[in-house]
Every structure is written in C-alpha cells, then in structure tokens.
C-alpha cells in the first residue's frame, strides 16, 4: 500500500476495573519483552481503577479495520491488545499477584474513532479465585464512546 493513502491519528481510551481487591498494584504495560514498563500505576482501595492513555491508529484510505499501533499496543495486526500489569509485574515487590489483564482492542471500528470520543472499556477488577482479574477479559457492553 502507498504510506501516503495511510491515515494515522490518536485514540483515547480508557479502561475502567471495577472493583479490584485492595492494596494491589495495576499500571498500564508500556512497551513490550523485557524492555517494558508500567505507567499510569494505581494502588486498589475499595473502588474502581480508571487508566486513560493513548494509542496511534492506522488506517487506509476506505478501509474499515483500524489498526492500532504506538507503545501500549501489543499483538499482531487483526489481534491486538493492551496489558495491565498487577503486583510484581507493576512492579510491587511485596505482592504475592504476578498478573497481567489482556485487553483486546477488537470491536472498535473506524465509526467509534471518528467520533472522537475517549472509549472506554469496563471489567471486573476482580477474579473468581478472589485475586486480581487476568489473562483475556471482554469488556461488559465491549467500548463504549465516553465524554
């Protein structure tokens, strides 16, 4: 494809944990291998976590799959995904977590990227065993356009 037809422009998401167990560390993976680091980090105190940031999005002129790029974006083209690191992957040494939530990027289409509203995504902070939610979580309602 000629880079020329390529549309590249910034997203605003956010992604809400609701309800995640106390003193537990959450941050937003930023870049990926072992060259990563956790921003944006939170300590859970009986109430919900909001991380907001943004990623790059890549589009041909007339096609409607976004692809999303920048360094929070991990995965292939057409699989896409954001981590949030949990206890020692964000790095608190003290924890007894070594989580990491993935959170996919499909279902937002080119439609939702115009508007130009922040998209948000909620999920349970917390998981069936108790701990922090990890691996795969879909977001209930998916992204949702947000002021």
């Not at 980090?41 to 790059?56: I, M, N």
């Not at 999303?68 to 981590?83: E, N, T």
């Not at 902070?125 to 356009?145: E, M, N, Q």
Request: hydrophobic share 35%.
């Amino acid at each position: 494809m000629d880079n020329s037809k390529i549309l590249q422009r910034q997203l605003k998401l956010r992604i809400v944990l609701e309800g995640p167990p106390e003193g537990v560390d959450f941050g937003v993976q930023k870049g990926r291998g072992a060259a990563y680091e956790t921003v944006l980090k939170q300590r859970s105190e009986a109430k919900d976590l909001a991380f907001e940031f943004t990623v790059g999005v890549r589009a041909g002129l007339g096609e409607a799959t976004p692809s999303f790029v920048g360094p929070f974006v991990q995965g292939l083209p057409g699989a896409r995904f954001v981590y949030i690191d949990i206890g020692t992957y964000a790095g608190q040494a003290d924890s007894c977590w070594s989580r990491r939530l993935k959170m996919p990027l499909s279902g937002i289409t080119m439609e939702m990227i115009d508007s130009q509203a922040v998209l948000e995504a909620r999920v349970p902070g917390t998981g069936k065993d108790g701990g922090p939610s990890c691996a795969t979580v879909k977001p209930a309602g998916g992204w949702k356009p947000r002021k």
